[in-house]
């Protein structure tokens, strides 16, 4: 069983409190993958999402307002309090601008929680590029900051399967994952 100090430690848990806190739209855009996560509930014929690093919850939010019968929706954010707690299965995880923030130490012990949540695929968006915050302690929001051909390797090497999405921004890597 997967523990949250497994997936992030207490003391980046609290700079990621405090960025949060702070009134600049941090962890909002989750909203414009709504049509693309509702196109991939379609396909997966998925009746469960979860919003892995959901931030304030837009993408949550925007799903709700398409009327998609019969959907549960749950969102996860370790540093968001009321959504910190370990969530549960969903046949869609979605998991948008979120693994590159995540402490290098951790990344396999994350991607490995998200297959073990998964039950039909996963969608993952990353950055590729530096971020225009830093954490409290001046390093950038962005921890790991690798290319599209490092992401595709890193995901196959953790045993999972990559469809990679056309409808992606400049500077990031977006693909389906099954296991």
């Known amino acids: 069983m997967i523990t949250p100090l497994e997936l992030i430690s207490p003391s980046y848990r ?3 409190l405090v960025l ?3 009134p600049h739209g941090w962890g909002t855009k989750g909203y414009k993958w709504a049509t693309t996560v ?4 379609r396909k997966h014929k998925a009746s469960s999402v979860l919003d892995y690093g959901c931030g304030m919850g837009t993408l949550a939010r925007n799903l709700r307002t398409m009327g998609i019968r019969g959907l549960r929706i749950d969102e996860y954010d370790p540093a968001i309090p009321g959504k910190d707690h370990l969530p549960s299965f969903a046949d869609l995880v979605v998991c948008t601008d979120v693994l590159e923030h995540i402490e290098p130490d951790r990344l396999d012990v994350v991607l490995e929680h998200l297959k073990v949540l998964a039950r039909k695929a996963i969608f993952v968006v990353v950055s590729t590029q530096a ?3 830093s954490l409290p302690d001046g390093r950038n929001a962005h921890l790991t900051i690798e ?6 390797a890193r995901l196959r090497a953790s045993g999972f399967t990559l469809q990679p999405m056309a409808a992606k921004q400049p500077m990031e890597f977006a693909a389906v994952l099954t296991s």
């Open 131 to 133: 971020a225009n915050v």
């Open 147 to 152: 290319s599209d051909e490092w992401w595709d």
């Open 20 to 22: 949060h806190a702070q």
């Open 14 to 16: 609290s700079a990621l």
């Open 38 to 41: 509702a196109d991939l509930i």
